[in-house]
Antibody, heavy 112, light 112 residues
Framework: QVQLKESGPGLVQPSQTLSLTCTVSGFSLTSNSVHWVRQPPGKGLEWMGGIWGDGSTDYNSALKSRLSISRDTSKSQVFLKMNSLQTDDTAIYFC??????WGQGVMVTVSS | QIMLTQQAESLWISPGERVSITCRASQSLLYTDGKHYLSWYQQRPGQTTKALIYHASVRTDGVPTRFIGSGSGTEFTLSIEHVQPEDFAIYYCLQTLKSPYTFGAGTKLELK
């Protein structure tokens, strides 16, 4: 059964770095793409970036200077790192397989 | 970047009615393979984000046949026939033709 589960800190201080993990099961990371999407409270969806089966990555140009997506195929995990966080980075962060199957998301609040 | 416009922020309907949600792209979403890179998603409170339609008109596995995607070029529609109580949700379109992938602002289906 295909599953994706996001994990990470619920609270991050402004200017700090966010680190999230997406742990997957039921499929291989080397054959599939995993994307990160975020949603500020009460607002719409924003594609952040993705990592493809061959390990290549693509990022939203609006976030590219702050964002890094990587993976550990042996652990079936995909990682998101974003630096210089501000309050408007407060959002639910989702990982999704091919933008078809989605995790439940993890709420991240940026606040001092 | 490609902009997607969902003009209706909300639509009020009664169960059993038919409803159409539109999504307009700032440029054609037709790729050289003959497919349109436009998807539709449903978000319900407490549920994972659900992919309904990809390539403009192809239902994902398990999606009821009352969900119909149509359109071409820059104009796309998600129609729901005989709306069921569980269909009251927020619907988003997404283009994956060009990076950065972009979502529409969402249309909320509300009970009349």
């Amino acid at each position: 059964q295909v599953q994706l589960k996001e994990s990470g800190p619920g609270l991050v201080q402004p200017s700090q770095t966010l680190s999230l993990t997406c742990t997957v099961s039921g499929f291989s990371l080397t054959s599939n793409s995993v994307h990160w999407v975020r949603q500020p409270p009460g607002k719409g969806l924003e594609w952040m970036g993705g990592i493809w089966g061959d390990g290549s990555t693509d990022y939203n140009s609006a976030l590219k200077s702050r964002l890094s997506i990587s993976r550990d195929t042996s652990k079936s995990q995909v990682f998101l790192k974003m630096n210089s966080l501000q309050t408007d980075d407060t959002a639910i962060y989702f990982c999704t397989l091919h933008l078809i199957l989605w995790g439940q998301g993890v709420m991240v609040t940026v606040s001092s | 970047q490609i902009m997607l416009t969902q003009q209706a922020e909300s639509l009020w309907i009664s169960p059993g009615e038919r409803v159409s949600i539109t999504c307009r792209a700032s440029q054609s979403l037709l790729y050289t393979d003959g497919k349109h890179y436009l998807s539709w998603y449903q978000q319900r409170p407490g549920q994972t984000t659900k992919a309904l339609i990809y390539h403009a008109s192809v239902r994902t596995d398990g999606v009821p046949t009352r969900f119909i995607g149509s359109g071409s070029g820059t104009e796309f529609t998600l129609s729901i026939e005989h709306v069921q109580p569980e269909d009251f949700a927020i619907y988003y379109c997404l283009q994956t033709l060009k990076s950065p992938y972009t979502f529409g602002a969402g249309t909320k289906l509300e009970l009349k």
